[in-house]
């Protein structure tokens, strides 16, 4: 007794490959299988691309704000003066600070200053948010002290003031140029409150790769922000620095503890919360949609298999007179559709690898094909689109890819295993 083929024998792939390479005139799809092949190619390209696109606007997004802001703030709980407003002023700043300090995954702490003031450089002027801070405390921060497109000396904060780009080019300011904070909150006189105006020189100009951050952001040292704000002996808040942001919530208990008096926590995730929910949404709504694009891309291959298993009815028919058994046909047709689906997705990989790898230069292209302005940091917050190419993401393409391949290719390949032979030879 002859033995049994195994699954997916030679012969069975021989026939399928003889399937995929047929003309037209011996009643093959070619064009079909072009169709399903490149839809396949576009639709995984397309997931990969987005999926790297949203995860690298995602990282970009969260860098800037760790980069440049605290991850925890420490406020005050505050007390209630004689007119009943709350005062939260910090007066044991340093000893505080030292306090949250040595919490186990704490990296930084220190006392800041902020207040809102009008900049002017000669005739131009910009309301900003200055942020009193230490020189020590500013190179703390990596947003601010190892930015690439930063220039002028850092080492000098503390005899000057450090603005950001976005500032920068509303006043035409540079390095060196002396200008004027304007606060409403100034000297208190008999006639009432004057503004307060002081000039500093600019030593240092920061991007913090966010247009909200450079646009608004102004650092003054410590001290002479006390004076300018009229808070000499206390600060407004701690900010803190964690080794592990995302877990940020772990640590919010122990820093209330060490603080040793009755405190308020506002975490970057607080701050940030909402947006992050959205583009989380807005995520699993893009893959829902591109899955379905994956799908519709799959569906073809049963259309060329539909057209392809009717051609062939005549060579079924023989197949199974022959000996071959059902599965054997089953797996033959199998073979053609799953080829198409493997080297559709093989092809949308790599050019979405591509596209992921080489993005700035592709995007530089369409910006000037365009004629430039197709990114507005005002409008998207960033400088630039981002990607951050993942192994997850590429596997999720490709288990996706794959598996809808598969599955749809099963239906036509079965019904072209339980083809009667009788039926298909009856009128040849």
């Known amino acids: ?99 949250v300090a040595q919490v186990p995954g704490v990296s930084h702490a220190a006392p800041l200053i902020k207040g809102q003031v009008l900049i002017t450089n000669r005739d131009r002027s910009s309301g900003v948010e200055v942020f009193g801070i230490r020189p020590q405390d500013l190179r703390d921060l990596p947003g601010i002290a190892e930015s690439d497109q930063a220039y002028g000396d850092l080492d000098r904060f503390g005899d000057g003031i ?63 922000a006390q004076s300018f704000f009229n808070r000499e002996g206390y600060a407004d808040e701690i900010e803190v620095m964690v080794d592990d942001p995302e877990e940020v919530d772990k640590i919010l208990i122990p820093i209330i503890e060490a603080a040793g008096e009755p405190v308020q926590l506002w975490t970057w995730q607080d701050a940030s919360g909402g947006f992050l929910r959205a583009l989380e949404v807005e995520d699993n709504v893009m893959f829902i949609i591109l899955s379905i694009l994956v799908l519709i891309a799959a569906m073809n291959i049963v259309s060329g298999l539909i057209m392809l298993v009717k051609n062939k009815g005549r060579d079924i028919g023989i197949l199974r007179t022959i000996g071959l058994s059902e599965g054997s046909v089953l797996r033959v047709f199998f073979i053609c559709g799953a080829f198409t689906g493997i080297i559709g997705t093989v092809m949308g990989v790599i050019l979405g690898c591509l596209f992921a790898i080489y993005i700035d230069p592709i995007f530089s292209f369409v910006n000037y094909a365009m004629g430039g302005g197709v990114w507005d940091p005002a409008i998207r917050g960033i400088y630039a689109l981002p990607a951050e190419l993942h192994l997850s993401d590429v596997l999720k393409a490709v288990a996706l890819s794959l598996g809808l391949s598969f599955f749809v290719t099963y239906f036509p390949a079965r019904r072209a295993a339980r083809l009667n032979p009788v039926e298909a030879l009856r009128y040849e």
């Not at 009943?84 to 306090?99: H, S, V």
């Not at 503004?195 to 966010?210: D, I, K, L, Q």
């Open 1 to 99: 007794m002859a033995a049994t083929p195994p699954p997916f024998a030679p012969f069975e792939w021989k026939i399928a490959w003889r399937y995929l390479r047929a003309r037209k005139a011996e009643g093959g799809v070619s064009v079909m299988t072009w169709i399903s092949l490149i839809g396949i190619t576009l639709a995984v390209f397309a997931l990969i691309a987005t999926l790297a696109v949203r995860s690298g606007f995602r990282s970009e997004f969260v860098g800037t704000i760790l980069g440049a802001n605290a991850h925890v703030t420490v406020f005050s709980a505050g007390t209630v003066d004689a007119q009943g407003r709350i005062d939260r002023r910090i007066e044991n700043f340093d000893e505080l600070a030292e306090k």
């Open 162 to 224: 450090a603005i950001g780009s976005g500032v920068a080019r509303a006043i035409g300011a540079t390095v060196g140029d002396r200008i004027k904070l304007t606060s409403p909150n100034g000297v208190k006189t008999a006639f009432g409150t004057s503004p307060r105006v002081n000039a500093y020189e600019v030593v240092y100009v920061f991007s913090a790769g966010r247009y909200d951050i450079d646009r608004t952001r102004v650092y003054l040292p410590f001290a002479e």
